[in-house]
């Protein structure tokens, strides 16, 4: 399993409100690091979505929000639309494997 | 505009050895770190390997030390994976992907290639 945990899955209708959590642990977000989210459309490569944990890179509608605290993080996706469906990954860095780390990542649905 | 290009996946036995290369433009390629991601077959994403930018030093995820080497080539604007003792457990998409952010431990990775396929199977 991954050292980040993500639900497997979230579901929304269009316009509707969407959080996607990410839990992590003393040795990588609650040790202070940051929280990045990317973005997979299927059969694409992933996509830098939220970096920093909450900041957008040039082009990102700002429907997408990031934010972190504790040992958690959080990404928001505000008045969704079908394009939004896509498969969603944290990442932070862990200081015991002393490497980058994903979360298993999160199937978005919009219904 | 920054593009990254893999190249050199295929089918391979267990047991034996490929190396993958990514091919960089549209940015200063010598100031970036770089890495290695991998995604199994409807799997999750998973780190493999990063190099920093002058090459001096690299770190690999434990599933790959001792078996895989990153490499890269500042005059060439060329980063590669030699993938040795392979398994089938290493069966997946491996993406290029470059760097960013303050300071190492905060680093994320910014732009991604499109990924080269390694099969390994007998």
């Known amino acids: 399993q991954s050292v980040l945990t993500q639900p497997p899955s979230v579901s929304g209708a269009p316009g509707q409100r969407v959080t996607i959590s990410c839990t992590g642990s003393?040795?990588?977000?609650?040790?202070?690091?940051?929280v990045h989210w990317y973005q997979q459309l299927p059969g694409t490569a992933p996509k830098l979505l939220i970096y920093e944990n909450n900041n957008r890179p040039s082009g990102v509608p700002d429907r997408f929000s990031g934010s972190k605290s504790g040992t958690s993080a959080s990404l928001a996706i505000i008045g969704l639309q079908a394009e939004d469906e896509a498969d969603y990954y944290c990442q932070s860095y862990d200081s015991s494997l002393s490497g980058w780390v994903f979360g298993g990542g999160t199937k978005l649905t919009v219904l | 505009e920054v593009q990254l290009l893999e190249s050199g996946g295929g089918l391979v036995q267990p047991g034996g050895s490929l190396r993958l290369s990514c091919a960089a433009s549209?940015?200063?390629?010598?100031?970036?770190?770089m890495s290695w991601v991998r995604q199994a077959p409807g799997k999750g994403l998973e780190w493999v390997s990063t190099?920093?930018?002058?090459?001096?030093?690299?770190y690999s995820a434990d599933s790959v030390k001792g078996r895989f080497t990153i490499s890269r080539d500042n005059s060439n604007n060329m980063l590669y994976l030699q993938m040795n003792s392979l398994r089938a457990e290493d069966t997946a998409v491996y993406y290029c992907a470059k760097h960013r952010g303050s300071g190492m431990r905060n680093w994320y990775f910014d732009f991604w290639g499109r990924g080269t396929l390694v099969t390994v199977s007998s």
């Open positions: 003393s040795s990588n977000i609650g040790a202070g690091y940051d």
């Open positions: 190099i920093l930018a002058a090459g001096s030093d690299s």
């Open positions: 549209g940015f200063t390629f010598s100031s970036y770190g």
